[in-house]
């Protein structure tokens, strides 16, 4: 089976930067994506990581590491819209895409 | 346009009846989900069609059964509902279920059991 593992909860403040840890057990891996979701909205593809190393998307960057079955995501110059609920999530060796708790991210003025 | 439509939106009912919700995708997608997301926000898949193939088929209550007569349309038929189904039903569909491949949501089925 997988298991995720991610903070619950992060408050920064506007212009900072936040970075959410997602370890993972998984009996395959097929690389690690990221979700972000608004209260009351829908799951929202941010980025995926299918090799080591940094991948960069504007304001928002996801690092994996495969053989520390790790991986991150790098939310800078935070803004009051980046308030949501961040989710990791593995791909298994059939289609299925296990999703971490989510961590809350506050973002104060 | 929408990419993945869910209806309804909300769905408010009693604990025993039937009800089902409706997924379409005008993304060309091949493959399509639903996930249920409880209270705690807690996100976990429940079934995946490629193609009109059921390929993913979670433990998830004989009560619940999928139905996808075409690869646009995914939809999630659910019998004798109880307190515990109380949740959001999201739809999804991605181009063909690979590894990179992005998960389009629907704006999800926000279902209420009296």
């Known amino acids: 089976g997988q298991s995720l593992e991610q903070p619950s909860e992060v408050t920064a403040v506007e212009g900072a930067i936040v970075q959410i840890n997602c370890t993972y057990q998984?009996?395959?891996?097929?690389?690690l994506s990221w979700y972000q979701q608004h209260d009351g909205g829908a799951p929202t593809f941010l980025s995926y990581n299918g090799l080591d190393g940094l991948e960069e998307t504007g304001r928002f960057s996801s690092f994996l590491s495969r053989s520390d079955s790790y991986g991150y995501l790098l939310l800078q110059e935070l803004q009051m819209k980046d308030s949501a609920s961040y989710f990791c999530a593995v791909r298994d060796l059939g289609y299925k895409l296990s999703f971490g708790a989510g961590t809350t991210v506050t973002v104060r003025a | 346009d929408t990419a993945v439509s869910q209806t309804p939106k909300y769905l408010v009912t009693q604990m025993g009846n039937d009800k089902s919700i409706k997924c379409e995708q005008n993304l060309g997608h091949d493959t399509m989900y639903w996930y249920k997301q409880d209270s705690k926000k807690f996100l976990k898949i429940m079934f995946s069609?490629?193609?009109?193939?059921?390929?993913i088929n979670e433990t998830v209550p004989n009560r619940f059964s999928p139905k996808s007569p075409d690869k646009a349309h995914l939809n999630l038929h659910i019998n004798s509902l109880e307190l515990g189904d109380s949740a959001v039903y999201f739809c999804?569909?991605?181009?063909?279920?690979?590894?990179?491949?992005?998960?389009?949501f629907g704006d999800g089925t926000r279902l209420s059991i009296l």
């Open positions: 999804a569909s991605s181009q063909d279920g690979g590894s990179g491949e992005p998960q389009h």
């Open positions: 069609y490629n193609n009109k193939e059921l390929i």
């Open positions: 998984t009996s395959g891996f097929y690389g």
